[in-house]
């Protein structure tokens, strides 16, 4: 798993063991997902506390807290998923169910939630209560409620009855970004609920394993690094390309779309699927190893992240941590991240991103090279801090 390994004393050694609710990670690795954005960050949260956590899983009324040794186990499987995952997790949970409904050792401990799964569940809150667990939760954003048109239909009502929980619930909160922990904030003053303590902590790159020094393509190239799904704009971008291709012919530069189809993407769909003009300038990567994507990210021209809406935006840090340029949507997000840095447009200028990319393709492009001496300041999130930061929190409350 790419990530850190913390060194510095850790705000649990002295407190109750944590549980960590690893309900949303199980669940995809058992569908065969590959690790999302926010899969990461709670994979990094298992790998730092994991040698004094319980693990908790809950499935509808079923919730369970496994003892300390099948935790240990169930942590271990999650880091480095064997072939046989469903299987293993299934024997680990079944033997610990055996004993685990006589353990009340977590009464007053802290239940780390970093994924947003469960406490749209009544049953969950309950559950909550009932084995007198203090919930902290991670809240990446609040997009479903404020652009619920980039999201599955039944998601608007989903996130408020959690945004709703985790106010009412919560000991504490983390946001991965201000402009995330303000929209909380104006939601939780328009729902009349008060704000429990919270905090914003940026969240790091993460770890890259070695790359490769050849270049996966000889041909100048772009990458977008993100799930197909319509608030990610890649309808735009492939316009963009056929017309780059109209303009410059075999000397287009190439794109290199780096991530798995979401949802109510049947338009970039076709375009990728059907679109003669863009075979062979268009190179989509579903899936993508971390040493092959980090190849891909440092002899890129650029990435290209055009989003209308975002909670923080983690391939802008991880591009910007590897010294490669970014070409971004002028959201606050993002200048809180990255400040000036990126070359920035409105994503709806499709125009402006076309000429902006055909600047980047120049030999010593200066709007490219003037973003690479800016970039000399650019000083990237750290797991350490996010967590100094995170455990600040919880001294408080």
Known sequence: MRGMKPRSRRFFDSQPEPVIDVTRLAARVMKGRLPTGVDRVCLTYVQRYANRARAALHRGPFNIILPAAASRELFALLLEPPRNFTRRVVAVVAKAALFAWRDRSCEGSMLLNIGHSGPEQPQYVAWLRRRGLRPVF???DVIPITHPEYC???????HI????????TAAAVITNSRATLHALSEYALR??????PAIAAPLAAAAFSPDSDQRPLAEPYFVMLSTIEPRKNHWMILQVWRRLVERHGAAAPRLV???QRGWECENVLDLLERCESLRGFVLEKPVCS?????????????????SFVEGYGLPLVEALSLGVPAIASDLPVFRETAADIPEYL????????LRCIES??????????????????FIPPAWAKHFETFEGLLRQV
């Open 138 to 140: 991670m809240i990446h």
């Open 152 to 158: 599955r239909p039944p998601e608007q009502q989903r």
């Open 161 to 168: 009855r959690r945004l709703d929980a985790v106010l009412r």
């Open 191 to 196: 729902r009349g609920l008060k704000m429990p």
């Open 257 to 259: 779309v780096v991530g």
């Open 290 to 306: 971390d040493s092959e994507l980090v190849t891909y990210l440092r002899h890129a021209q650029a990435l290209l992240f055009p």
């Open 346 to 353: 409105d994503p709806l200028d499709a125009i402006g991103w």
């Open 360 to 377: 980047f393709c120049q030999p010593d492009s200066p709007l490219r090279q003037n973003q690479l001496l800016k970039m000399s300041r």
